[in-house]
């Protein structure tokens, strides 16, 4: 969370609300909310429309397209560390983001890794990844997976 604070910042990451929101913020102010929200414990609500079993995009990935499982870097499987949790995000933001990080139009992951395997999902996958990730019920701060 303070890397997404100190991004709307620096305009690494750009969103009209955000960015007039962080303006103002001290570097204290930003270490304070996201130690804040790290340990508030919060649980995500996740959506009605649960998907039961793992989507194969974010189970396996795409070996023929160098895709890694989504699950490697956010969860399920181990959690690393900077991959922010995904469970009970909304599907429409979830989408949003897969699509900016596609066109590059969201550049602010170290590395381009977002923007790498987003480049490579198709609209179905991104679909699937998203409803998947927005069904899950879970705590999405204050926990490490399992
Ligand atoms: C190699 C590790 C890695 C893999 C594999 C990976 N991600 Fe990510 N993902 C990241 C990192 C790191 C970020 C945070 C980028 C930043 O600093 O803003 C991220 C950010 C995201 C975001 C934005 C979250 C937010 O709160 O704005 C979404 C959505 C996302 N990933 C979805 C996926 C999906 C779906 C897959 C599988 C198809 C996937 N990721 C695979 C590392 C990864």
Redesign the pocket.
């Known amino acids: 969370m303070y890397?997404?604070l100190s991004?709307f910042q620096s305009g690494a990451?750009t969103n009209v609300i955000m960015t007039s929101i962080v303006k103002e913020l001290t570097d204290r102010d930003m270490l304070d909310v996201a130690q804040y929200f790290a340990s508030s414990g919060h649980v995500a609500s996740g959506d009605d429309k649960s998907v039961e079993t793992e989507p194969s995009?974010?189970a396996h990935?795409n070996p023929t397209k160098n895709?890694?499982?989504?699950?490697?870097?956010?969860g399920g499987v181990d959690h690393?560390a900077?991959?922010?949790f995904?469970q009970g995000?909304s599907a429409s933001?979830?989408?949003t983001?897969?699509n900016a990080?596609a066109v590059s139009e969201?550049h602010?992951?170290?590395g381009e890794?977002?923007r790498n395997?987003?480049r490579n999902?198709t609209e179905t996958?991104?679909k699937e990844?998203?409803a998947y990730?927005a069904g899950l019920k879970g705590r999405t701060t204050g926990v490490t997976w399992p």
């Open positions: 890397k997404q991004d990451r995009i974010v990935g895709v890694v499982s989504c699950a490697v870097c956010h690393k900077g991959a922010p995904l995000l933001y979830l989408s983001q897969l990080f969201r602010n992951d170290s890794q977002m395997i987003a999902l996958e991104i990844a998203a990730y």
